[in-house]
């Protein structure tokens, strides 16, 4: 029987058996980690099970490592130019048909992207370990070092929003086992290390499918930066790429199996393909079905909303929506009636006037993102054809980045206390500020806590709390305890 064999046999539960989605907000809930721990390791079991024959070119001699990274990228990176050249030459663009298509796949890969990084989590707890310090450098850079301008899941949470697609919770099932065999590595780091450490190097190299993606974003007036980031923050030579490297070297055993611990690395490198990737996300899309989706989230409302006046093939508006499984027959009579023109510019058709024009009776029903999927699918096969401003809207102005803020030596920006001496510097400028009183009470709570404040700090660095207000600042003092000279819990 093989090391991986012997490591998951005693799970015998398939995927099928888990509810992903079940499982990724149980993990995310206040004691998610201790409360569901024995399910989430049942979980990660049957993936590790199910990608355990998938295919993987990564060396199982560390040795090797170094020359595959180097390798990976220079095909990644040729690949690339060889998109580039063919998008010249004047081929259309290779994963997203329209904007409604990217924005699609924004929000169906939301459930992976909100909890970004996390299967390093349970690393912080191990924070005086040297042998995780590059795994705990790629986590702090994950969460920004607590600059909410770098925190990736406060990134994309962002754009989700400004694209009005942040609607993804209630996405199927299938949508969240990647972000849930994430969050299923984070609480079970002490039983899984080598897999999580092999899941890191996976997940850590450059791929082809970003690189297009920021490329066809920015083309489709979507703001790329999230994906451009990770191009750059995921490089060979010394970003999270190459540390992923030398994380696999600097947790290797001393004394145990190197031939077994390479195993389970290439095991945590396959979990990599659990779940729906990329290019089936993105091949995953259907324009009409989207539509009629669109439409049948609005009935269980909408079948109230209407006046009895109007009728379409002698029924109201009303009796169409009070039977969502009526939609997609309802935008066929509206083709035949003339309300919706397909094929031409949507701005010819009655229903999407009653959308968008001044005054229109259904304004500020649909979100961008719907609006979005609703002029796609109308105009059909006159979209490319209609100006660029009229199917695309306005282009995207990328945020400018604050710059980071100057850390005086002992101090951290933005908090209240010096770090050595305990000296309240900044309450000055908070005190009568009701935007800030929660902030000041955690760093007060914290300036009390002594010998305990790291597992405090720990809590609010999870994937849950990171993001927030409170977590942007906790990273900021984990980082300083972390890295500064009182590097020590007890100050």
Known sequence: MSVISKHIGKH???????????????????SGFSKGRADSLGFLAANLQETSHHFTNVPTHPAQLE????????????QYQEYLAARKAGEPRWYFSSKSHALYFLRAVAPTKMVDGAWLYGFTRHWQDTRF????????????????????????????????????????????TQGAVQLALAANVETHLPEVIGFNLGYEQLPLHLLITAYELKELN???????????????????????????????????????????IVAGVKLNNAGLGTLDLIKHFDLLAEAVRVLQSKASIGQYMHSNRCEIEGKTINEWLADPDQVARLLYVMQKTGWIKRHQDPEQSRFWQ?????????????????????????????????????????????????????????????????????????????????????????????????????????????????????????????KAYVEGPYGQAGD
């Open 12 to 30: 015998k539960q398939t995927v099928q058996d888990w509810s992903a989605k079940s499982m990724y907000f149980s993990l995310l809930a206040p």
């Open 67 to 78: 020359a595959w990274l180097l390798e990976q990228h220079a095909a990644v990176g040729q």
């Open 133 to 176: 310090t590059s795994l705990l450098k790629i986590y702090l850079e994950e969460l920004g070092n607590g600059i909410e301008a770098m925190n990736h899941v406060a990134l994309y949470s962002k754009l989700l929003k400004v694209n009005e697609c942040d609607d993804w919770r209630t996405l199927d099932d299938k949508f969240f």
């Open 222 to 264: 979507i703001d790329p930066y999230y994906f451009t980031l990770h191009t750059t923050i995921d490089n060979a030579h010394s970003g999270h790429a190459r540390a992923a490297i030398d994380a696999v070297s600097e947790a290797m055993p001393t004394f145990g199996s190197v031939h077994n611990y390479m195993a389970r």
């Open 354 to 478: 009653m959308i968008t024009a001044d005054k229109a009776p259904m304004f500020g029903v649909f979100t961008a993102y719907e609006r979005q999927v609703l002029y796609d699918w109308i105009a059909g096969e006159a979209l490319e054809r209609l100006p660029r401003l009229a199917r695309l809207g306005a282009p995207w102005r990328m945020a400018e980045k604050p710059p980071l803020p100057q850390m005086p030596e002992g101090r951290l920006h933005g908090n209240i206390y010096d770090l050595r001496s305990g000296r309240r510097v900044a309450e000055a400028l908070h005190a009568d500020n009701d935007f800030h009183q929660d902030q000041l009470s955690l760093e007060r709570y914290l300036h009390s806590l002594g010998q305990k404040r790291m597992d405090f700090l720990i809590d609010w660095l999870s994937p849950a709390k990171h993001h927030t207000t409170l977590g942007l600042c906790a990273t900021r003092y984990f």
